[in-house]
């Protein structure tokens, strides 16, 4: 953390392709960001999601950046910039930085196997157990009680939080970040049946993570039954997602919490899942398709669309027929209303008759 | 674990505020609490759900609780008691008492960096991690293989239970209790687009869990991005729950298993979330509401209300949309009907017309 | 891994109850089996699911399994069985087995309780935790970072993964194998309401897990309230699967990833439960019932019927259900179009009224 005068941090920013300009006092020195609701005096918010627009003129905050023609409550200062979003990020990494690891070294109180091999400054806590064959690149940091079984490769600059647990074989590959407690690697759900009993069919694929994927809290990625199971590069999954056997997921994907892909399940590249998403198995999923919270996907789906629902179907389509669904009250009351009107018109129709 | 004889339990529930009265044998010892199903001679059970109340005459134990007017099969010692549920569980804490914890003292096989402060009666047990600047409470007990990092803090008679992670500068209050392989703390999902790939965001914001919290296994609770998550006094969590950066959940809250709230939720004080629920980022629900299972909440709710659904709607409007949506065959049956009434009237009209 | 000749398999197949023929050379010998994608010269694959039919042209195996009159297009030698995935699951057991474990023996960096016993051939891991008075059969692997708390019993032949917690009095089968980072055990979800505030009542019941049971990672177990939850013999559970205290699962049951049982819920034997399928407390599926993806089971459900939405219903009713919603704007067309024939009609009666 490091402070840093808004003049600094505007100069920076215009650096980082953020064309901004300071409204108020330059020499302003900031000491951290922080959201509207909870900085403090010194300290640096921002305005991105128009919802929190009121709060502007209630923030403590000394300082936000906020899109240009944000209305000026009186006293803070102001860098106006189009996207307030990215700038607030670069304005964090510049501030405050990314975490730094605790350095174990080699913790004598880890078990490595003799044949394990190790890579330059790469940081090895107590009371994690490393099996024969495993081959670890340089500066990762492999966190308390982590568990990484025989012949599993992981590349440089790797994060594994606590309590992850890496199957035999698995592959990781550099500057992939784990978060704890989360298991890469075990057995799929293969069994064949057998006289009513299920016959476990053994799981001799493996798992692939490619470069710069960040997988969230209690994930659990399946190895393949054969072949191989893939997260692509630069992918990012939220806590609790689970992967089947075999699936290949695409690169720079983003899989909010809880989302659960089936065996054998295709996703293309830059495709968004939403928290609860369930994909079926042996299906595919184009290239940046978004699919909204809850839903179910079980079937193809085209690339580039907005999909939603379970079963998972067009996003505009399907708020249509759930707005059909609430209308059905009113649909009923109308197609009574038209039994009504033909009774009567069948009863003027025979009056007539009987006139003549 | 204590025997008790009938009379001194109904005086122990009386003076809980239990009034009751016992019909049968007030001598008789009881060694344990069992369910109608399992209990065994010597043993108290209890009938709340009437669903069960057929298994009364089968039960083999000697004794139940059951409300005031349910018939005795015979053989059976009743007490009578108008919240048998309230009553039962009295009756459990009374005979069985709450798991007593193994003491390990400071353990010689835990790893505790220097500069942490463990308060008095704390058991620390083998192959736990604690690292600089950890403060724990008196009358804690943390399991084996849990890690604890640099300036987490924890309250007084806090329990975590084995292959717990807490992550940097969580805070957790006095008396939570937080159940196997539950993570706290971790980064959340947030990443700003950059160039076609996601830009990690620091997260740099922290975890707050008030006191008399309990987790159950396997959770993942984010870190905020800046500021706070924040978990209420009195809040009660299942397995598997999710909770994302900068959610604010309220007081004596229930969420049951698999619920999953996304970042920036805001939850009031006692609403309960039955299972596998999922609330959307950035919205509130107001206190008392209660959330039936498997809805997806996509907008603000109103406190004390009932909701059910994806997106989560008013409860009754949604049975009734459900009901609708059963009939649906019905209602293309009656306009069916009609364009054939219409078309008979027609050709009436038509040839009343030639009648002329 | 062992190689095997074309001629040995179909020998081997044959004896096994799967008749065949190999069309082409049985001298060929095969090293590994694999996916028809993946596969390279000198290994096995197989055609089981008619979607990848185009592939069995493209893929550089030597050999397949497929049905009786798959095309062959030239170069591979096949293997015609009626039943190529039983099949190629039995060649898979022959050719690779199923993993082998590490042997540590009983670890000096374990602390087992001198109190526990542990089964002739069982192997414990350096860094785990066993308590008193656990009692642990022959042959037992139990992998790094495990806990096994006080009274646990655990039969012959049991396979706990890298950080799996087993809480106290928790009795599992022989020939089990529990996944990486599942819990067993754990209190349920069980507090009174008491003066606004949740009373917790101790969860004094157990969890007992049958023979041959396999359970995937990351999942969570309940122990009972008061008596048992069971999961019975046979049983296989994917990843994140959640069941609730007192619940009572059947034998050979397959559930998909993160499934969630509620409370006291009664499971059938041969019941499969698609992936994120939720079931309420205190109902009763029947044996041989089928639940598809994301339903929500909400009432007891027949044997042997197939079953989904939420709330669960008749497969074949739910997909009409389904179907007319999305022919709801076709309706209301219908409808529209009824009401202006009607109003047509009652002008044209009019008309013929004032002709007269």
Known sequence: MSHVTLGELSAFLAQNGFANDVDGDSELSISAVNTLEDARNGELSFLSNPKYAAMV???????????????????????????????????????????????WGVSEKAVVDAS?????????????????????????????????AAGAI??????????VTIYDGSQIGSRV????????????????????????????GRIRIEDDVEIGANCA???????ETVIGAGTKFSNGVVVGHGAKV????????????????????HVVLAGQVGVRGHLEIGDNAKVGAQA???????????????????????????????????MKERISQLEQHVA????????QKSDK
Chains 1, 2, 3 share one sequence.
């Not at 989360?182 to 069919?201: C, H, R, S």
């Not at 989302?259 to 590249?269: Q, R, T």
């Not at 193809?300 to 907005?306: I, M, R």
């Not at 009567?344 to 009056?351: A, H, S, T």
Request: charge should be neutral; aromatic fraction near 6%.
């Open 177 to 204: 970040t784990i978060h704890a407690g989360t298991i890469v690697g075990q057995d799929g759900l293969g069994y064949a049946p057998l006289n009513g009993k299920w016959l476990k069919i053994p799981q001799i």
């Open 344 to 351: 009567e018109l069948r009863k003027l129709i025979d009056d």
């Open 57 to 103: 003129a209630r923030t403590k905050a000394s300082a936000i950046i906020a899109p240009p023609g944000t209305d000026n409550p009186g006293g803070l200062t102001m860098i106006h910039c189009g996207d307030p979003y990215a700038a607030i990020t670069a304005a964090i990494i510049r501030i405050h930085g990314y975490r730094k690891h605790p350095q």
């Open 250 to 269: 695409g690169q720079n994907c983003m899989f909010v919490a809880q989302v659960g892909i089936a065996g054998s399940a295709k996703v293309g590249n």
């Open 296 to 330: 179910g996907v079980g079937s193809d789906l085209e690339p580039n669309g907005e999909y939603l629902g379970s079963p998972a179907i067009d996003k505009t389509q399907y708020i249509r027929s759930i707005y059909n669904v609430q209308k059905l009250p009113k």
């Open 154 to 163: 992981l590349g440089d600059d790797v994060t594994l939080f606590p309590n």
């Open 116 to 148: 394990a091999t190790i890579g330059e400054n790469t940081s090895i806590a107590p009371y994690v157990t490393i099996e024969p064959d495993v081959r670890i690149g340089a500066n990762c940091t492999i966190y308390p009680h982590c568990h990484i």
């Open 221 to 227: 990625l399946d190895r393949a039954t054969l072949g």
